[in-house]
């Protein structure tokens, strides 16, 4: 079975800085996708990034952007320019690309920004 | 565009008691369905999931159940709640078939046994 490992379990940044999550996972399969969640304190969880597997190039959507290095199954996620707004608690998830399996959940990481 | 309801938004139940939380989903047809649970501070443990109308798979064996109606609702249900019941329940859906398999999430009811 499939896992997702997110060794930190806090961290914080300074305003404006840039921090980085890490994520590893485990599979056996060739191609899937790789995401990244926000969940701020109003508890709603919300997509920040996805990565598929079979791209090599790194995903990036505004101030957020990832590290995926597959052959060592790792997905960092990289936050530039950090704002007060960042803070929350960040899921890394992973999803076969077959069937209808559902995504796969890390722990989480709670990002506290400092101003 | 599509969204998703959950309800109640809140809830305070008493140990034993029983447990009906709705969530359904508007703007798309033949979703696939999840239910998870959050413990205070911790990760998302998927408690169920759905790819049709009275399909189900139970990922966590508990006193919870889990029904799906008709295409678009998903229901979570309990006979006799346990302390341990207590958290924070999100439903999600995704698109069936070749996609980019994001789920969306509703708003999250959060549920105090005592």
């Known amino acids: 079975a499939q896992t997702v490992t997110q060794s930190q379990p806090e961290m914080s940044v300074q305003e404006a800085e840039t921090v980085t999550l890490s994520c590893t996972y485990d599979?056996?399969?060739?191609?899937?996708?790789l995401f990244w969640y926000k969940q701020p304190p109003s508890r709603q969880m919300i997509l920040v990034i996805r990565?598929?597997?079979?791209?090599?190039q790194n995903a990036t959507e505004n101030r957020f952007s990832v590290n995926f290095q597959k052959a060592a199954k790792s997905f960092s996620l990289k936050i530039s320019d950090s704002q007060l707004g960042d803070a929350a608690m960040y899921f890394c998830?992973?999803?076969?690309?077959?069937?209808?399996?559902?995504?796969?959940f890390g722990k989480g990481t709670r990002l506290s920004v400092i101003a | 565009s599509q969204t998703i309801h959950q309800w109640p938004a809140t809830l305070v139940q008493p140990v034993g008691s029983p447990l009906s939380l709705e969530c359904t989903v508007e703007g798309t047809s033949n979703p696939n369905l999840y239910w998870y649970r959050q413990a205070a501070g911790r990760g998302l443990q998927l408690l169920f999931y759905s790819v049709g109308i009275g399909q189900i798979s139970s990922e966590v064996p508990q006193n919870l159940s889990a029904s799906r109606p008709q295409d678009r609702q998903f229901i979570l249900s309990s006979k006799k709640l346990l302390l341990s019941d207590s958290g924070f329940y999100l439903c999600?859906?995704?698109?069936?078939?070749?996609?980019?398999?994001?789920?969306?999430f509703g708003p999250g009811t959060r549920l105090t046994v005592t």
């Open positions: 599979t056996s399969e060739s191609d899937y996708y």
């Open positions: 990565q598929e597997a079979y791209k090599q």
């Open positions: 998830a992973y999803k076969d690309r077959s069937g209808n399996t559902p995504l796969v």
């Open positions: 999600a859906w995704s698109e069936k078939g070749m996609g980019d398999y994001e789920q969306y």
